[in-house]
C-alpha cells in the first residue's frame, strides 16, 4: 500500500510540474492498479509485490510497444512509449545485470542439483521466483538453458 500512495503523490507533483510524458505512466500505473483492485476474485487491497509485478508487465508491454513502432518507421511514438517505461521502471527494484543473474542462477542450478536440460523446469520455478523482478524471464531462461546444456 506504501507504494500506491507514493504513486498518488508523484501523480500531484507531475500534475503541478506540467509533466505529461511522467504523468501519463502514473496514470496508466494507477489504472492498473485499480483494475486489480477490482477484478473478479480480488480482496480489494493490492499489495507492494503485486504492484511491482504490475509495473514490470507494464513496463515490458511499453518496451515491446517501442519495438513495434521502431520497425514500422514511426521513431516519435517509440520514443513516447520509452519515456513513459522509464518514468515507470523508477518504482521496480534495481535490475541485476548479466553476469549477476548468471551467478544467481548457477547457486540455484546448484541447490537443486539439476545437471542436464531436461531438468529445466526444476531450476525455472526456483529462479523465476527467487529473482522476480529483479531479471527478465527471457534472459532467466536463456541462462538456464545454456548452463543446463553444459
Request: charged fraction near 30%.
Amino acid at each position: 500500500m506504501e507504494l500506491e500512495k507514493q504513486i498518488q503523490a508523484d501523480m500531484v507533483t507531475a500534475m503541478k510540474a506540467k509533466e505529461t510524458v511522467r504523468l501519463a505512466a502514473l496514470r496508466g500505473i494507477k489504472a492498473a492498479i485499480l483494475l486489480a483492485k477490482t477484478s473478479e476474485g480480488s480482496t480489494g487491497e493490492v499489495s507492494d509485490s503485486d504492484i511491482v509485478k504490475i509495473i514490470g508487465k507494464l513496463v515490458k508491454q511499453r518496451k515491446e510497444s517501442a519495438e513495434i513502432y521502431s520497425r514500422q518507421n514511426r521513431p516519435e511514438l517509440a520514443e513516447n512509449e520509452l519515456a513513459e517505461a522509464a518514468a515507470m521502471e523508477v518504482y521496480l527494484p534495481k535490475q541485476l545485470s548479466e553476469a549477476e543473474t548468471e551467478a544467481e542462477i548457477a547457486k540455484i542450478v546448484a541447490e537443486t542439483g539439476a545437471s542436464q536440460p531436461s531438468d529445466m523446469g526444476k531450476v525455472m520455478g526456483v529462479a523465476t521466483k527467487r529473482l522476480a523482478g529483479q531479471a527478465d524471464g527471457r534472459l532467466i531462461s536463456s541462462i538456464v538453458k545454456r548452463l543446463l546444456a553444459k
